[in-house]
């Protein structure tokens, strides 16, 4: 690839666009590779699942591999290479020199996922150093669901408040409400911080309320939004005696996979919503779901309820768009214009899941 590379350059005086990606394409590396497109001579687009960038807990060997697939999609859209190389070629044996950027590590999903962006940075500046484009075209942050974004700010926010506690009703791995390294309270380890409360909504309902009267530390409790109704009496209590109990209620629409109608929340949120004294916070889209934890932990007087996603939303851009802070208001302006035909009210995730590039301007 290399040498194919200075020959379109030096030889050729052709302008190289390069878009990296892991493979399983979609419709964003399918922009990015348009917009290569119509910008340079020649569009390489590199298809390789990179091992560094995995932690010890997550599964390299699961990643979603479908080079045929691919290929043919790449076919389709036009693109002149497709550069796949194995992990010896880009990590021979005795590889060590890697490539950190300093404080990009420390927040968020860096926090949560150590040696992750040293992994992504070293590859990228291994594949620039290979492909030597003109031109490198990079997406946003991949959209996620928000149960996956409040994970990770729930891991990233936990090694500074010790008496944030909690667990889930028997649905941990899905609504992301483990604190890693956190161990599993049981009647032996009263210093752990994961408690599995299993598959009885309204006993969690019941025991968070007693840790908030307990004082000293912020409880939360986690499972499908459809099974808020078990747990309602707990939440009406908490509500009436104003203690700050924390609920992460996910899979917040009809979007919620395989389960069916039997799952899928319809006249749930409007009757939490209904609960006098209960703080309902349905985030837009990931970065809305930080300021979404800020508030539930800041929050002094009756429980909140966190409403997030299954299915992925978008990341809306907050240097185009109005900061997430504004949810503290409870609602803000994302985008105007000076005459606007029509005012477009979007709430919660259904602002995540497709806001238009141009919003402001149509």
Same mark, same amino acid.
């Given at each position: 690839?290399?040498?194919?590379?200075?020959?379109?350059?030096?030889?050729?005086?052709?302008?190289?666009?390069?878009?990296?990606?892991?493979?399983?394409?979609?419709?964003?590396?399918?922009?990015?590779?348009?917009?290569?497109?119509?910008?340079?001579?020649?569009?390489?687009?590199?298809?390789?699942?990179?091992?560094?960038?995995?932690?010890?807990?997550?599964?390299?060997?699961?990643?979603?591999?479908?080079?045929?697939?691919?290929?043919?999609?790449?076919?389709?859209?036009?693109?002149?290479?497709?550069?796949?190389?194995?992990?010896?070629?880009?990590?021979?044996?005795?590889?060590?020199?890697?490539?950190?950027?300093?404080?990009?590590?420390?927040?968020?999903?860096?926090?949560?996922?150590?040696?992750?962006?040293?992994?992504?940075?070293?590859?990228?500046?291994?594949?620039?150093?290979?492909?030597?484009?003109?031109?490198?075209?990079?997406?946003?942050?991949?959209?996620?669901?928000?149960?996956?974004?409040?994970?990770?700010?729930?891991?990233?926010?936990?090694?500074?408040?010790?008496?944030?506690? $909690?667990?889930?009703?028997?649905?941990?791995?899905?609504?992301?409400?483990?604190?890693?390294?956190?161990?599993?309270?049981?009647?032996?380890? *009263? $210093?752990?911080?994961?408690?599995?409360?299993? &598959?009885?909504?309204?006993?969690?309902?019941?025991?968070?309320? $007693?840790?908030?009267?307990?004082?000293?530390?912020?409880?939360?409790?986690?499972?499908?939004?459809?099974?808020?109704?078990?747990m309602r009496p707990?939440?009406?209590?908490?509500?009436?005696?104003?203690?700050?109990?924390?609920?992460?209620?996910?899979?917040?629409?009809?979007?919620?996979?395989?389960?069916?109608?039997? *799952?899928?929340? &319809?006249?749930?949120?409007?009757?939490?919503?209904? &609960?006098?004294?209960?703080?309902?916070?349905?985030?837009?889209?990931?970065?809305?779901?930080v300021e979404a934890?800020?508030?539930? &932990?800041? *929050?002094?007087?009756?429980?909140?309820?966190?409403?997030?996603?299954?299915?992925?939303?978008?990341?809306?851009?907050?240097?185009?768009?109005?900061?997430?802070?504004?949810? *503290?208001?409870?609602?803000?302006?994302?985008?105007?214009?000076?005459?606007?035909?029509?005012?477009?009210?979007?709430?919660?995730?259904?602002?995540?899941?497709?806001?238009?590039?141009?919003?402001?301007?149509?």
């Amino acid at each position: 690839m290399m040498s194919l590379a200075r020959k379109l350059r030096r030889e050729e005086n052709r302008t190289i666009g390069f878009v990296p990606t892991m493979g399983a394409l979609h419709d964003g590396h399918l922009s990015l590779i348009h917009e290569a497109r119509a910008l340079c001579d020649v569009v390489v687009v590199s298809v390789f699942v990179n091992p560094a960038q995995f932690g010890p807990t997550e599964d390299f060997n699961a990643y979603p591999r479908d080079l045929t697939r691919d290929a043919e999609l790449l076919a389709e859209y036009n693109v002149d290479y497709v550069f796949a190389p194995t992990v010896e070629e880009i990590y021979p044996v005795g590889f060590s020199a890697y490539v950190t950027v300093e404080g990009l590590a420390d927040n968020l999903e860096g926090a949560a996922r150590p040696g992750h962006f040293r992994g992504v940075t070293t590859v990228v500046a291994i594949l620039l150093n290979v492909v030597r484009p003109n031109f490198a075209f990079f997406g946003q942050k991949d959209a996620q669901a928000t149960r996956a974004a409040s994970g990770k700010v729930l891991n990233a926010i936990a090694p500074n408040l010790p008496e944030l506690i $909690g667990g889930s009703a028997d649905l941990t791995g899905s609504n992301n409400t483990e604190i890693k390294s956190g161990g599993a309270f049981s009647a032996t380890t *009263h $210093g752990a911080r994961n408690f599995h409360f299993g &598959i009885r909504e309204h006993a969690m309902g019941a025991a968070l309320n $007693g840790i908030a009267l307990h004082r000293g530390f912020i409880p939360f409790g986690g499972t499908f939004l459809i099974f808020s109704d078990y747990m309602r009496p707990s939440i009406r209590l908490a509500a009436l005696t104003h203690l700050k109990p924390i609920y992460v209620f996910t899979h917040d629409s009809i979007g919620l996979g395989e389960d069916g109608p039997t *799952h899928q929340p &319809i006249e749930q949120l409007a009757a939490l919503r209904a &609960i006098p004294n209960l703080t309902v916070i349905r985030p837009s889209d990931p970065t809305e779901v930080v300021e979404a934890w800020r508030a539930a &932990i800041l *929050h002094k007087n009756g429980p909140v309820a966190l409403v997030l996603t299954r299915q992925k939303v978008a990341v809306v851009d907050r240097e185009r768009y109005a900061a997430a802070a504004g949810l *503290h208001k409870g609602g803000y302006v994302l985008a105007s214009a000076e005459q606007p035909d029509i005012v477009f009210p979007a709430i919660d995730t259904f602002l995540g899941g497709g806001w238009p590039k141009d919003a402001a301007t149509k």
